[in-house]
């Protein structure tokens, strides 16, 4: 079992930045692919991101390239999505997902592969 806590959400400008961590619990992060998800009022969830368990390989949803990026510290059993140049569109509830790595150097978007969610964390982008 892993559980997942998001923190670092909150109301920010246009243009701004902000930094989301999800710390999860167990001894076995280090073999989990990490995901995060956004789902924003009246849409489905869709994919943002996602890192494997070594870190090595990333994917990045085409709308977010160029200004989120992912890193993960398994000493310390924590993702973290770093955003920047927030646009009003970037406004969801930010999930992070885990499930065990069989990926290589190329994590899931698909949000159904992933075992494990946390309750989200709001972020509003003002413009």
């Known amino acids: 079992q892993v559980q997942l806590v998001e923190s670092g959400g909150g109301l920010v400008q246009a243009g701004g930045s902000l930094r989301l961590s999800c710390a999860a619990s167990?001894?076995?992060?280090?073999?989990?692919?990490m995901g995060w998800f956004r789902q924003a009022p009246g849409k489905e969830r869709v994919f943002v991101v996602a890192i494997t368990a070594s870190g090595i390989g990333r994917r990045y949803a085409d709308s977010v390239k160029g200004r989120f990026t992912i890193s993960r510290d398994n000493a310390k059993n924590t993702v973290y999505l770093q955003m920047n140049n927030l646009k009003p569109e970037d406004t969801a509830v930010y999930y992070c997902?885990?499930?065990?790595?069989?990926?290589?150097?190329?994590?899931?978007?698909?949000?159904?592969?992933?075992?494990?969610w946390g309750q989200g964390t709001q972020v509003t982008v003002s413009s």
């Open positions: 167990g001894r076995t992060f280090s073999r989990y692919a």
């Open positions: 997902a885990a499930v065990l790595d069989p990926y290589g150097d190329n994590p899931s978007y698909i949000s159904d592969e992933y075992d494990y």
